[in-house]
């Protein structure tokens, strides 16, 4: 049965090894549980998709190859096979393959026989010691049979550039794969055709001594279509937005902590001192960060909050206390969306600093259509305005544990990720070859964006900030 990871939901993969036999070689079966999925009685459906047998038995020196002779290579009577555009025709077909599996760089064909050498990309050769070999390499190393049926289809007279035609087949059963060398990077690879739909194989490394063989590998036929069935599923799949989920409710009736208004740096650095001298810290402060729309009010607002921010975690005896950070309308928690973009920097602001300081800050935005309050660009706050409305929630807010929340109404709501409704549409990345491309975040995660930019799409001025 062949294994697909549902739409919703998740996979338990388990792998079963069984003892040894009187060879010593050991049963392998593979298994899969979907979470959605039980008898009528209620009992976890395992199903079975693989199995195989592992054997102990090591290889004899020089392996148990055919004895062909790599050494003369291209082989002696061997055409070369144009694979120029052999990805890119696969990649129509519904067969794409990324950067990293593109391994081969050259094919020939001697009658039945196919020969190809697959080298792994620059990035992955500092890998290929950590495999027996490396999975990679051993896909391109079976390439060359498909690019080589690309070639033959386009030299029938297909002369539009399309892979029509082009007969797909996954891999099926495999037989005798046998292992012989750990840590391969470049492979000389011959591919044979022992019977109707079953390819052997042998391969060697660049010194010439053998790396893998296999006896055959079977091959089942899938349609362009069911991989494109595949490929919509997946995209429809991979696409997420943030939505506003109600926070469950709390328990028991939670009481109002103590709190006190701040609004800049210095009165921070003042409560701290008053904490350091004796007195009682508070439970919660609150910042109020209400601006404007202007380029200014979003300027003036983000500093001073950063100020503020900066000055709390910074202050002595405030480690067990909250920093509340109250906005109004700064997120898209209800249907009438953001009406504060200056709060919405805000936002965005202290969001980074509670990645780095977990539980010191509380995001809590309030319902815009509640009324004015005595905020300004300035981030002043009146106790008196906001007291009653920040007094029926503080509790409920702090009990929850969520570093941010949105209250619309009487309805607490949290940010959670959710798979984006309605149609996904499949337009291509398009990049002009003399603009430049902003990659914010310049971490690990910034690295593999801006990798990923040059290679798939050719981009080439990048500005990592």
């Known amino acids: ?69 790599f050494a003369a290579w291209p082989p002696p009577g061997a055409q070369p096979v144009d694979i120029s555009d052999g990805y890119g025709l696969l990649a129509q077909g519904g067969y794409g393959y990324g950067p990293a599996f593109q391994g081969v760089l050259a ?58 035609g082009l007969e797909l087949r996954l891999p099926f059963a495999w037989n005798g794969l046998e292992l012989h060398a750990a840590g391969a990077s470049v492979l000389r690879v011959r591919v044979g055709q022992p019977e109707r739909d079953a390819l052997s194989l042998e391969a060697v490394d660049e010194a010439g001594g053998l790396v893998v063989t296999m006896d055959s590998l079977v091959g089942r036929v899938v349609s362009a279509e069911q ?15 943030v939505g506003w989920t109600v926070l469950p409710p709390v328990r028991g009736t939670e009481p ?13 650095a003042t409560l701290a001192d008053d904490v350091t001298s004796g007195a009682t810290a508070p439970a919660v402060a609150v910042l109020e960060a209400v601006g404007g729309d202007s380029m200014d009010a979003v300027l003036v607002l983000a500093c001073q909050v950063l100020e503020v921010v900066q000055c709390w975690l910074a202050g002595a005896g405030l480690e067990e206390s909250r920093l509340v950070v109250l906005t109004r309308g700064a997120v898209p928690a209800g249907a009438g969306g953001v009406s504060d973009p200056a709060g919405a920097a805000v936002w ?118």
Do not use: C
């Not at 070689?25 to 459906?45: I, M």
């Not at 991989?227 to 937005?241: G, I, K, M, P």
């Not at 409305?389 to 959710?418: F, H, K, Y």
């Open 107 to 164: 094919v020939w064909r001697r009658g039945e026989e196919i020969f190809a050498e697959v080298a792994l990309p620059e990035e992955q050769r500092k890998e290929a010691g950590r495999f027996g070999i490396h999975p990679a390499l051993l896909d391109a190393a079976l390439h060359s049979t498909m690019l080589n049926a690309v070639a033959a289809v386009m030299a029938e007279g297909d002369d539009d550039g399309e892979s029509d």
């Open 227 to 241: 991989l494109e069935t595949a490929a919509d599923s997946a995209r429809a799949n991979s696409l997420f937005q």
């Open 1 to 69: 049965a062949p294994l697909v990871v549902p739409e919703r939901g998740g996979v338990r993969v388990q792998v079963a090894v069984g003892g040894p036999g009187e060879t010593g070689s050991r049963s392998v079966e593979v298994y899969s549980l979907r979470e959605d999925v039980a008898d009528e009685g209620g009992a976890d459906v395992w199903t079975r998709h693989a199995t195989g047998m592992l054997s102990t038995a090591t290889a004899q020196p020089g392996g148990r190859g055919s004895g062909f002779d």
């Open 348 to 465: 965005g602001l202290v969001r980074a600093a509670q990645a780095e300081h977990p539980d010191r800050i509380i995001l809590l935005d309030s319902d815009p259509t509640s009324g004015d309050t005595a905020g300004s660009a300035s981030g002043s706050v009146s106790a008196s305005v906001v007291g009653s409305a920040l007094d029926s929630v503080l509790g409920a807010v702090l009990a929850s544990g969520e570093p941010q929340i949105a209250v619309r109404g009487t309805v607490l709501t949290m940010p959670r990720l959710a798979r984006a409704t309605g149609q996904v549409p499949d337009v291509p990345a398009v990049f002009g070859s003399e603009g430049t491309v902003l990659v914010s975040g310049a971490g690990a995660l910034g690295a593999l964006a801006a990798r990923h930019l040059v290679a798939r799409y050719g981009v080439r001025r990048l500005l990592l900030a």
């Open 256 to 268: 109002t902590p103590s709190w006190v208004a701040v609004s800049t740096a210095e009165q921070v």
